[in-house]
Nanobody, 119 residues
Framework: QLQLVESGGGLVQPGGSLRLSCAASGSIFIIKSMGWYRQAPGKKRELVAAITDGGSTNYADSVKGRFTISRDGAKNTVYLQMNRLKPEDTAVYYC?????????????WGQGTQVTVSS
């Protein structure tokens, strides 16, 4: 099975920055898209940003202009650069990888990394 390892979460003051990383490894898998979701206590999980293997990106309106998603295809790693963080960004951030294995669509989730924005 595909393994996803996330890192980069932590405590940061409003206006600060963090960079999340998610590295995929394990089974043979053709990655089609990688993305970041977040879930705050009592809230539903929501898409933050995603990037396809072709380089197309999509961002939630709340993070446009502040967050940047990128990927390193050779390393099967996706990054989320988060700048000018706000308290409303506090959540557990989950990496998601979707693609094809043996001609069957599948997706995987990382374990989540906590991002807390507070003074």
């Amino acid at each position: 099975q595909l393994q996803l390892v996330e890192s980069g979460g932590g405590l940061v003051q409003p206006g600060g920055s963090l960079r999340l990383s998610c590295a995929a490894s394990g089974s043979i898998f053709i990655i089609k898209s990688m993305g970041w979701y977040r879930q705050a206590p009592g809230k539903k999980r929501e898409l933050v940003a995603a990037i396809t293997d072709g380089g197309s990106t999509n961002y939630a309106d709340s993070v446009k202009g502040r967050f940047t998603i990128s990927r390193d295809g050779a390393k099967n790693t996706v990054y989320l650069q988060m700048n000018r963080l706000k308290p409303e960004d506090t959540a557990v951030y989950y990496c998601n990888v979707a693609g094809v294995r043996i001609a069957v669509w599948a997706d995987y989730w990382g374990q989540g990394t906590q991002v807390t924005v507070s003074s």
